[in-house]
């Protein structure tokens, strides 16, 4: 089973929304942005993986990548689930650390995220749906170079 985030390439490289008489705030970067994400060209990249697992008799699984790096993976809560933990921080410190504001568990951003991924995964899988809210579990996949390092498996 391979599992991917559903990512919706369209409305993740849409122009930054600006007119002449109000020009946009970071509009160049958002064009660099955009020209970043199209040269990774997740399309193709996903378009060759359903290949692949097709023809080696495996499954596609592709989660709503809503809340995967905002939730943590060990207790699978995200603080606005809560009224009472609402107005607490997601646990995304910033790009490289996840720290849970709820149950203090600490990890790298993206372990955090493949384990969500793969969790929504796996209930896929189970429950034979298409839409679903991913929850904690699971062992981080080595889909990202970083994983396979001690660094990004090192929890301070």
């Known amino acids: 089973m391979v599992v991917i985030e559903d990512l919706k390439v369209r409305n993740m490289t849409?122009?930054?929304?600006?007119?002449v008489e109000e020009p946009g705030r970071n509009v160049s970067a958002k064009a660099g942005l955009n020209r970043a994400m199209l040269d990774v060209a997740p399309g193709t990249v996903r378009?060759?993986?359903?290949?692949k697992v097709k023809r080696h008799g495996r499954k596609l699984v592709a989660v709503n990548p809503a809340y995967t790096s905002q939730t943590c993976s060990c207790c699978g809560r995200h603080p606005k689930d809560s009224p009472e933990t609402a107005l607490l921080p997601h646990g995304r410190v910033w790009r490289e650390r996840f720290v849970c504001p709820l149950c203090s568990f600490a990890c790298d951003a993206d372990v955090n995220a493949?384990?969500?991924i793969l969790a929504?995964?796996?209930m896929a899988i189970n429950d034979n749906v298409g839409d679903l809210v991913v929850t904690a579990g699971g062992s981080p996949v080595a889909a990202c170079g970083a994983l396979g390092t001690g660094r990004a498996m090192r929890q301070e």
């Open 47 to 51: 378009r060759m993986l359903e290949y």
């Open 14 to 19: 849409a122009s930054a929304v600006w007119t």
């Open 120 to 122: 929504g995964g796996k």
């Open 114 to 116: 493949a384990r969500n």
